[in-house]
């Protein structure tokens, strides 16, 4: 199946760990992102990439950091997690222009940090 | 820069009966405009877009969405609700990167919550 998958559906982890998201999408498509969904439901974008180049919201904190070992793959790692984090996180991708096409998103990742 | 407002933070309406969904927004080039669904623990499902054109566009599970610009707004609308159309809807705004930087991409709104009673 065509699609934005990511691993794993849930995550629960103690405070002060590092955890590792992984996302991939088999459509060819020429950006991917990562969203941070909190418990009001509302969506903030944490980074944008593609092959050239990485866009980080400034507001997200430097524990945060996506790495992508190829055009298919953004994975999202996480440092010294801490209770704000709990939240779902959505990756998504796009073809070029996605003010245009929009995004599809993959079915999230709800991390719970205890 | 661009901006979504879905007024609505919770609709209740009777399985049946038909549904209007709010969403205006805030740019200033033509926008392109989309409705997504998210159902209880899945990820954003596209609905429907707007790129120009006829403005009556039609979308999947029986969704329509009209954009208006004088009033700017992109209101979502099904003739009669399922239950299983209970999820949460996001408006969303697609907006070429700024000149100040960011990422091309799109705005969404704060969701609107779809309750169906029985």
């Known amino acids: 199946d065509t699609a934005v998958s990511q691993t794993p559906k849930y995550l629960v982890t103690q405070m002060g760990n590092d955890k590792s998201i992984k996302c991939e999408q088999n459509?060819?498509?020429?950006?991917m992102y990562w969203y941070k969904q909190d418990s009001k439901k509302f969506l903030k974008i944490m980074f944008s990439?593609?092959?050239?180049?990485?866009?980080i919201n400034e507001t997200v904190p430097n524990r945060f950091s996506p790495k992508s070992p190829d055009k298919a793959h953004l994975n999202l790692h996480i440092n010294s997690l801490e209770l704000g984090d709990s939240a779902v996180y959505f990756c998504?991708?796009?073809?070029?222009?996605?003010?245009?096409?929009?995004?599809?998103f993959g079915s999230g990742t709800r991390l719970t940090v205890v | 820069a661009q901006s979504v407002t879905q007024p609505d933070i919770h609709i209740t309406v009777s399985e049946g009966a038909s549904l209007e969904l709010r969403c205006n927004y805030s740019y200033g080039a033509t926008p392109y405009l989309f409705w997504y669904v998210q159902s209880p623990g899945q990820g954003l499902q596209l609905l429907l877009k707007y790129f120009s054109g006829d403005t009556l566009v039609q979308g999947i599970k029986g969704f329509e969405a009209e954009f208006k610009r004088s009033q700017s707004s992109f209101n979502l609308r099904k003739p009669s609700v399922h239950w299983s159309d209970a999820a949460e809807y996001f408006c969303?705004?697609?907006?070429?990167?700024?000149?100040?930087?960011?990422?091309?991409?799109?705005?969404f709104g704060k969701g609107t919550h779809l309750i169906i009673q029985p």
């Open positions: 998504a991708s796009s073809k070029r222009a996605a003010y245009v096409y929009g995004y599809t």
């Open positions: 969303a705004v697609g907006a070429q990167r700024s000149s100040g930087g960011g990422a091309d991409g799109l705005t």
């Open positions: 990439y593609n092959n050239k180049e990485l866009i």
């Open positions: 459509l060819g498509h020429d950006t």
